[in-house]
């Protein structure tokens, strides 16, 4: 069986789209931005209700007040650390303590990137999945564009800043989801490695 770094089609494509740490600087190829954001909203929907939005971040001082406002929700969420992981257990698994411990200080998203702020229509609470479907469309239309790109799930808390709301424009209705982040590759994009489960494990051949 062809191993995951020399296939083609989408399981090629989402080898690539690893989640980025870092972005280079300079201008994004003319039209990807475009290109990703279409892809979103070309993405399947539950009976079509489109109920996601899109606010593309490019500006450098609006992207910079999002990173604050990022690591603004990160802070809070550190703080009530507790109480939400006596609400939720899971929050004290090995995986999930290693990876906020990861982003417990520093930013939590990188600098020179373009963030894609997904919004839900809060007339669909069933729509989540609507938007991780517009998420990863995103995602591997940005590898297929050549760039690198991170989902970010704090831009959640940003709905509950209000000068945030106001600043990209979230109409009344909506609330702001995990989005994505793509900029330039620090190096080229290659099929990434992390293990992941077996077929074995993850599927039930019947
Ligand atoms: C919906 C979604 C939201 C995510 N949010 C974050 C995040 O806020 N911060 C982060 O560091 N990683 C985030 N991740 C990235 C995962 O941690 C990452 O994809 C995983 O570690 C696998 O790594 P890889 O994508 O490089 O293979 C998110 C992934 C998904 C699918």
């Not at 990703?36 to 009976?47: C, E, H, M, Q, T």
């Not at 007339?123 to 790109?149: K, V």
Request: net charge positive.
């Amino acid at each position: 069986m062809a191993t995951i770094e020399d296939v083609s089609g989408a399981l090629g494509l989402l080898a690539r789209t690893a989640h980025a740490r870092a972005f280079g600087p300079g201008p994004l190829p003319p039209m990807a931005l475009r290109q990703i954001v279409d892809a979103g909203r070309n993405a399947p929907s539950l009976f079509n209700t489109q109920p996601v939005r899109f606010v593309v971040v490019r500006d450098r001082e609006k992207y910079e007040r999002l990173r604050a406002g990022c690591n603004a929700s990160r802070d809070t969420f550190m703080k009530l650390r507790g109480l939400f992981g006596a609400l939720n257990p899971r929050l004290k698994q090995p995986q999930y303590e290693a990876g906020l411990q990861r982003q417990a200080t520093g930013d939590v998203i990188p600098a020179d990137g373009v963030a894609i702020v997904v919004l839900q229509d809060d007339a669909y609470p069933e729509s989540s999945e609507a938007c991780a479907c517009a998420l990863m469309a995103m995602a591997l239309e940005a590898t297929s564009c050549g760039l690198a790109s991170q989902f970010t799930s704090w831009t959640r808390g940003l709905s509950f800043q209000k000068d945030l709301v106001a600043l990209l424009g979230v109409p009344k209705g909506f609330k702001i989801f995990t989005s994505i982040i793509v900029g330039n590759p620090v190096e080229p994009l290659t099929a990434r490695r992390k293990e992941r489960r077996s077929l074995d494990d993850a599927v039930r051949w019947l």
